[in-house]
């Protein structure tokens, strides 16, 4: 048997409680960050993604003392992201009990960001996060950018090439995220899953748009993804971390049980 | 209890996971006298070799681990980069010598890795897999064979003497996942973020008492 599949559900934490924007707008509340990440610890997820999306300073602080009892409580990998922007930020991170530091924009303004933390910290514990949206398509093959702002704002930067790059200056894995289809419910966009997986030798977290098991399946199966990330589908009960493996399992993926 | 702080990452969650499983003034420390008057020492790690020696030795901490090892006979746990270092060399950086409390390597996994059906492996080695083990350990109590421990790694040892293997791991290769000798316990992967088989390994470690 060889490495399993993993499935990480993800906190969108914005000043201290869990939400879910569909498409970045009508934000649901799902609940107290600490009180969730406990319990997808106790149902066999493989790790934790906190990504924080909370605009302002004072609350950052809170998210230090969030990630501080997440760390105190779950027993397995915890990813922090959002408003990543320097070696101080991860160092913070990191000593507040993140295992894994997220950086997104900031790669974007600093490469030389991801390749620094990279040297100091180790690649193990930096993951970059992509948020990608499809383009006009190329000589009739298809295309996705680099999107910042929460899907609002191209850079021209081909997003493929921007992993591949990524990889090179020292990034531990790749959280690729559909900007088309964050919150649609409608699955994972595997064709970049796919073209991404392939250029790559780290391992790539697929994400957005998980609807149904069905889409974990495909976003391995077909998308090539290490690992799939999913939010709503299991903040609203929709389904456990048990019966998503099951499922998976079922389907001849390897899965942690 | 003490775990040795040499400034490289995220050593709370070891302590954490230390804590929760009942283990009892857990200190975080490279202090001498916290360290020699600690009944078990826990030798983390993460990051790259290099950094990770050159705290080692300028901290001193490579002389506390050898008091603890063969002075004071105390239980000692090494864990992921803590293993890598315990060996005699690793090919990271450029090459760096280690410890060489363990005599062996550590090396890159290698591009391109495959497994035994020819399927791609992406490096770092970085999730569940599975641990045979291949001796009986009391660290091992209430662990069944081929369970899943966390990985993170790109780097593996190997350590020369192959009677002190306690479990592997295949990824492409035939992986050292733990070692053993005397009140010596050495995993590769992080028993503090491997759910509750880590955390059993961790209760183990609390209650070992090794017969040297």
């Known amino acids: 048997m060889g490495l399993a599949k993993r499935i990480i559900p993800c906190l969108d934490v914005d000043n201290g409680r869990v939400v879910k924007g569909v498409n970045f707008v009508g934000i649901r509340d799902a609940g107290d960050p600490v009180e969730i990440a406990r319990r997808y610890n106790e149902q066999g997820a493989d790790e934790i993604t906190f990504l924080d999306i909370t605009a302002s300073h004072e609350g950052r602080e809170t998210t230090v003392h969030t990630v501080e009892q997440i760390a105190e409580q779950v027993f397995i990998p915890l990813t922090v992201g959002g408003g990543i922007r320097s070696v101080d930020d991860i160092r913070t991170m990191l000593n507040a009990g993140a295992d894994k530091v997220s950086i997104n924009t900031a790669a974007i303004h600093n490469p030389e960001l991801v390749r620094q933390a990279s040297q100091r910290f180790g690649a193990q514990c930096i993951v970059v996060a992509i948020d990608a949206k499809r383009v006009a398509d190329v000589e009739g093959k298809p295309r996705w950018e680099i999107f910042t702002h929460g899907g609002r704002k191209p850079t021209g930067i081909d997003a493929v090439a921007w992993a591949v790059k990524m990889a090179e200056l020292g990034a531990g894995e790749i959280l690729l995220t559909s900007m088309d289809r964050d919150g649609t419910k409608n699955g994972f966009e595997l064709g970049v899953t796919r073209a991404i997986t392939d250029a790559v030798d780290i391992p790539v977290i697929a994400s957005g748009g998980v609807g149904n098991l069905q889409h974990l399946v495909d976003g391995i199966l077909l998308g090539g993804a290490d690992a799939v990330l999913a939010a709503s589908i299991f903040h609203f009960a929709e389904y456990t971390v048990p019966e998503a493996k099951a499922y998976m399992a079922e389907r001849g993926i390897e899965v942690r049980r | ?212």
């Not at chain 2, 040499?6 to 283990?23: F, I, K, Q, R």
């Not at chain 2, 006979?73 to 270092?85: D, E, F, R, Y």
């Not at chain 2, 760096?96 to 591009?111: S, Y």
């Not at chain 2, 970085?126 to 899943?148: C, F, Q, Y």
Request: with cysteine; aromatic share 8%; proline share 4%.
């Open chain 2, 1 to 212: 209890m003490a775990v040795i702080d040499y400034g490289m990452g995220n050593l709370h969650s070891v302590a954490s996971a230390l804590a929760h499983v009942g283990a009892e003034r857990v200190v975080v420390t490279h202090d001498v006298e916290q360290i020699r008057a600690a009944d078990r020492v826990v030798f983390p790690g993460v990051g790259a070799i290099r950094d990770c020696m050159a705290e080692i030795r300028r901290l001193r901490c490579d002389e506390l681990l050898q008091v603890a090892l063969t002075e004071q006979h105390k239980p000692v746990l090494a864990i992921c980069v803590g293993m890598q270092a315990l060996m005699s060399h690793s090919e990271e950086n450029g090459g760096v010598d280690c410890l060489n409390v363990i005599p062996g390597t550590v090396r890159h996994f290698g591009h391109p890795l495959h497994d035994a059906d020819g399927q791609r492996l992406k490096v770092p080695h970085m999730g569940w897999s599975e641990v045979r083990k291949v001796s009986e350990h009391p660290l091992w109590n209430g662990i069944p064979d081929a369970t899943r421990f966390y990985f993170v790694h790109s780097y593996y040892v190997t350590a020369t003497d192959r009677s002190l293997l306690a479990g592997s791991v295949d990824y492409g290769v035939c992986a050292d996942a733990a070692l053993a000798r005397d009140n010596l316990f050495a995993t590769q992967f992080h028993p503090e973020k491997s759910h509750t088989a880590g955390l059993q390994l961790l209760r183990n470690f609390i209650n070992w008492t090794p017969a040297c």
